[in-house]
């Protein structure tokens, strides 16, 4: 495409062009009065859900392309300059920029950002001139702020805002020496002589591009694809990071659905995409042409051929050459919530079509915090935003790892619900995040009281966390294992589950709520339990599972033992079918030398018991608790910290920390005296004394 900046806007077109898919139409129906009525139904509910930015706005992002194509074009002088060519040379160096995403297809609504590519020439490198010295440059700009490099992405890529607005900046270096202004990024020799990298860089440009040659009307797939992008990010089913689906593959999903029915406007093509795919069988691929095959020498999407091709569950693959399956992130979990979505978006499409139900009806949000009775939860916590910014990123990316080796590990039995969206606790005044996974066994399994260990799959996930190699002091991370009762108030969209009234930790002779909900998330009984505090002095409200880890951080450790033993006292008599397990964590990140060096990662996961969702907490079923957890330093090779597996002991006296005694005091406290310690059974494997220490964290 032509220009120094390629936006990729197609003119509309008002009548359907000749069929370019793989098969016939399936319908060339053309739309009732009833389908245009309910076409202009839904495009007001779409402006009046905001998903249109205002002329100013459009005119914002102009302005911001043009004054990034300057800074560009000046950095690749100035490095052709230095690298000694001449002045000759130095007045051609030009670099493109095309943008590609939502705002290349038309699709992007107010705040989106905008994915940019750099093309440039062949003697400018992406390692040093691009992360380096242009990364150099864009710190020192006023208008820049949050800039962050991701050079180990699948897509290399620097991440920040530029007046406020969010960009992905890519680079990718041709086979031109001189990159001419009307450079052609869809001929297929810009991709001559690059390597893998750059060509998944080209080809977000090449395929959007594609799509937009390859559907009959683009104003109709514009108007479907906005609505279902908008409606997979109110169903939680939006995000490719967690093994769910990103923009490019609603794009091609939708861009399908178009060429089966050319002659349909969005509301049919809304109501035929969840017909469709609904039914569709997976892992058959959706195309939008056939795969093309060149002599490159790059690998194209093929099956037959390549091996870890046959383990894709849903591919979706991009149009153009070298064509890749651009959903390699969906596992057998995620697919399995995404087909849920869809067939319950086609129950509320056939009810529009009746006439039985409104618009508004399939943009419902999704309610994940009332869907499961236990979750993962992954706790994220650093020293400032900046920091956050980068450990968060870094941890999101591996969370589908997670759910992968969940289901490895179990064999598919349990069954993971990565969320797409992370969460902070308002009254916490530091850099802290959680992600949630819900957790189920799979469907038509009704062996009651099964367990599955997942502690050594916890374990291999930390590993991957601690290979990050931009790993900061600070920077530290939890996983642990929670029911549905103990998820936090501030989780919830305002107005949907009213949370328990703070409680003060100070009050010598108070009432520590603990809430029942119903199946609506609303407050069923209240039940009232009274403790003493160990700490009078701590006027902070009981922190609210989910924020604790964050709260050691940033206060004193003294003033919140008493939480956090009641916490973990708590969570061992409250849970007949969960058994959970102090993990051998510090009491604070910044406590001592060896977390002050290294940061911990620590993991309070135990054998997940799912037990018949009839059985309530109060079985009769024995608890036994199990030694889970290891900690160890994220930024040194990779080590357990805790010791080997100890034999069990019989009582209170086997704890061979002299903290022990006064922990046990201090339960005593708490609980009044509802443990027998005497003749209490404790399974104790790895470090005990990391054991102790961790009950801060849980």
């Known amino acids: 495409m032509a220009g120094s900046v390629g936006t990729g806007r197609v003119a509309p077109r008002s009548s359907p062009k000749r069929y370019n898919g793989m098969d016939p139409p399936l319908s060339l129906t053309r739309p009732t009065m009833f389908d245009l009525q309910k076409t202009a139904e839904l495009e007001k509910f779409l402006v009046e859900a905001g998903l249109y930015e205002s002329k100013e706005q459009s005119a914002k992002r102009e302005e911001v392309l043009r004054e990034i194509d300057v800074i560009v074009k000046g950095w690749v002088k100035q490095l052709t300059s230095q690298k000694g060519y001449s002045e000759q040379m130095i007045e051609k160096a030009n670099v493109v920029l095309f943008t590609f995403g939502s705002y290349r297809l038309g699709v992007h609504g107010p705040g989106a950002d905008i994915d940019i590519l750099c093309v440039g020439p062949s003697y400018v490198n992406r390692e040093e001139d691009f992360f380096v010295t242009l990364h150099g440059i864009l710190t020192q700009l006023e208008e820049v702020t949050e800039i962050q490099p991701v050079p180990d992405a699948h897509v290399p890529l620097m991440k920040f805002k530029f007046h406020g607005m969010a960009i992905d900046l890519l680079y990718a270096s041709v086979s031109l020496a001189v990159i001419p202004p009307d450079f052609d990024i869809s001929e297929g020799s810009v991709l001559s002589g690059v390597d893998e990298s750059t060509v998944r860089s080209l080809n977000g440009c090449r395929v959007a591009d594609q799509i937009l040659r390859l559907v009959p009307n683009v104003e109709n797939f514009r108007t479907t694809l906005r609505c279902l992008k908008y409606w997979a990010e109110r169903r939680g089913v939006y995000s490719n990071v967690t093994g769910f689906l990103g923009g490019v593959n609603w794009a091609i999903l939708v861009a399908r659905i178009c060429q089966l029915y050319p002659n349909a406007v969005p509301s049919m093509l809304v109501s035929r995409f969840f017909r469709v795919f609904t039914q569709w069988q997976w892992p058959n691929p ?44 969906v596992s057998s979990s995620t697919l399995r919530v995404i087909m849920e979505q869809f067939k319950l978006g086609n129950k509320i499409c056939q009810e529009i079509d009746l006439n039985k139900a409104s618009w508004t009806a399939l943009f419902e949000p999704f309610n994940f915090f009332e869907a499961y009775t236990k979750y993962l939860v992954v706790d994220i916590v650093a020293d400032n935003d900046d920091d956050l910014r980068l450990w968060k990123g870094w941890v999101e990316s591996r969370l589908r790892q997670l759910t992968l080796k969940i289901e490895r590990d179990t064999n598919g039995m349990l069954q993971c619900h990565p969320y797409p969206c992370d969460y902070a606790n308002p009254r916490v005044q530091c850099a802290h995040c959680s992600f949630y996974m819900g957790l189920s066994r799979k469907e038509g399994m009704k062996i009651h009281g099964q367990k599955f260990d997942i502690r050594g799959t916890v374990d291999d996930f930390m590993h991957e966390i601690g290979m990050y190699t931009l790993w900061k002091s600070g920077m530290d991370l939890a996983v642990t294992h929670v029911r549905k009762k103990q998820i936090p108030y501030y989780v919830f969209e305002q107005g949907y589950k009213k949370p328990c009234p703070p409680v003060h930790a100070n009050q010598q002779e108070q009432s520590d709520r603990q809430c029942d909900f119903d199946g609506a998330g609303h407050i069923e009984s209240c039940k009232s339990v009274k403790r003493s505090s160990v700490s009078p002095g701590y006027e902070e409200s009981q922190p609210e599972y989910g924020s604790i880890v964050s709260k050691i951080v940033c206060e004193n450790t003294v003033k919140l033992v008493s939480s956090a033993l009641y916490n973990g006292v708590q969570n061992r008599l409250s849970h007949g079918d969960v058994n ?95 443990l027998d310690y005497a003749g209490a059974k404790l399974v104790v494997s790895r470090s005990q004394k990391a054991s102790i220490r961790h009950v801060l964290l849980s």
């Open 286 to 329: 959706v195309m939008l042409c056939a795969i093309e095959n060149d002599d490159l020498g790059f690998s194209v999407w093929d099956p037959r051929k390549n091996p870890r091709d046959r383990s894709h569950v849903m591919p979706i693959i991009t149009p153009g050459y070298p064509c890749m399956n651009s959903s390699y992130n």
């Open 580 to 674: 959970l397990e102090s993990a051998n964590c510090p009491s604070s990140p910044h406590g001592s030398e060896e977390s002050a060096a290294s940061g911990t990662c620590c993991a309070a996961v135990e054998t997940v018991h799912m037990s018949d969702e009839t059985v309530g907490p109060e079985s009769s079923m024995t608890c036994v608790i199990n030694g889970t957890v290891q900690t160890m330093a994220v930024h040194t090779p990779l080590k357990c910290v805790a010791e080997k597996d100890e034999p069990k002991f019989e009582g209170i006296g086997s704890l061979p920390n002299s903290n022990s005694a006064k922990f046990m005091e201090q339960t005593e406290m708490l609980t009044g005296n509802v």
